[in-house]
T-cell receptor, first 115, second 113 residues
C-alpha cells in the first residue's frame, strides 16, 4: 500500500529536549516536505527536499533541521524545542518529472506538545 | 514570496445547497492551484486541481474556477451532503506541481441536515 508514515503520532515533551519526528514514504518520490498546521494559519511549509542530499528552507524554518540521506526518509529534528513549536506536523511527498501529477501525499500527522 | 488568502474561514450551509470558497494569490507566476480536503482527525487529501492554462474544471459535484487576471480561484460544491463537512485548503505553486505549495488558511465547512 502506497503511504507516508510518520512517527511518533503523538508526543509530549519539555522545553529543550531534542526530538526527531521520522517520515518515510514507499512511493519512490523525489520530493518530500514538512508542514505545520496551526488553527487559523493553515499549513505552513517548514523545509522541503527536491531529492537526496538536496534540502531547502520553507516559510517557517526557524528552530528546525532536516536531512535527506536516503530517498525514502526525511526526518524533522527539533534541536531545542520551545512551546511555540507545539503544533500538528505533517510530512508529505510527491513525484517529480513525467510522473508528477501534482498531488501531495500526506502522512497521518504528528501532534507535538512542548511544555 | 507567494501569499494565499482564503475566505471565509467558516461556512455553514443546508444539505443540498451549494457552497463556495474563494482564494486569492499574490504571485502572478503561480501556475498550479489545488484544493485539499481534511476531514476531522485525518490527513489532507487532494480533491481537485487546476492549472493556469484552464479557466474551469469539474469533477462530479465539485468544480474549480480560475481568474488569472484577478488572481483568484474558487471551489464550488453543489448538492452538498453531510460527508462534505470538513476543512478545505486552497494552495498555489509557481512550480507547476506539488513543490513549494503555499496554502491558504483553511475553511471549515459544515453541512447542516
Amino acid at each position: 500500500e502506497a503511504q507516508v508514515t510518520q512517527n511518533p503520532r503523538y508526543l509530549i515533551t519539555v522545553t529543550g529536549k531534542k526530538l526527531t519526528v521520522t517520515c518515510s514514504q514507499n512511493m519512490n518520490h523525489e520530493y518530500m516536505s514538512w508542514y505545520r498546521q496551526d488553527p487559523g494559519l493553515g499549513l505552513r511549509q517548514i523545509y522541503y527536499s527536491m531529492n537526496v542530499e538536496v534540502t531547502d528552507k520553507g516559510d517557517v524554518p526557524e528552530g528546525y533541521k532536516v536531512s535527506r540521506k536516503e530517498k525514502r526518509n526525511f526526518p524533522l529534528i527539533l534541536e531545542s524545542p520551545s512551546p511555540n513549536q507545539t503544533s500538528l506536523y505533517f510530512c508529505a511527498s510527491s513525484s517529480r518529472g513525467r510522473q508528477n501529477t501534482g498531488e501531495l501525499f500526506f502522512g497521518e500527522g504528528s501532534r507535538l506538545t512542548v511544555l | 514570496g507567494e501569499n494565499v488568502e482564503q475566505h471565509p474561514s467558516t461556512l455553514s450551509v443546508q444539505e443540498g445547497d451549494s457552497a463556495v470558497i474563494k482564494c486569492t494569490y499574490s504571485d502572478s507566476a503561480s501556475n498550479y492551484f489545488p484544493w485539499y480536503k481534511q476531514e476531522l482527525g485525518k490527513r489532507p487529501q487532494l480533491i481537485i486541481d487546476i492549472r493556469s492554462n484552464v479557466g474551469e474544471k469539474k469533477d462530479q459535484r465539485i468544480a474549480v474556477t480560475l481568474n488569472k487576471t484577478a488572481k483568484h480561484f474558487s471551489l464550488h460544491i453543489t448538492e452538498t451532503q453531510p460527508e462534505d463537512s470538513a476543512v478545505y485548503f486552497c494552495a498555489a505553486s509557481t512550480r507547476g506541481g506539488a513543490q513549494k505549495l503555499v496554502f491558504g488558511q483553511g475553511t471549515r465547512l459544515t453541512i447542516n441536515p
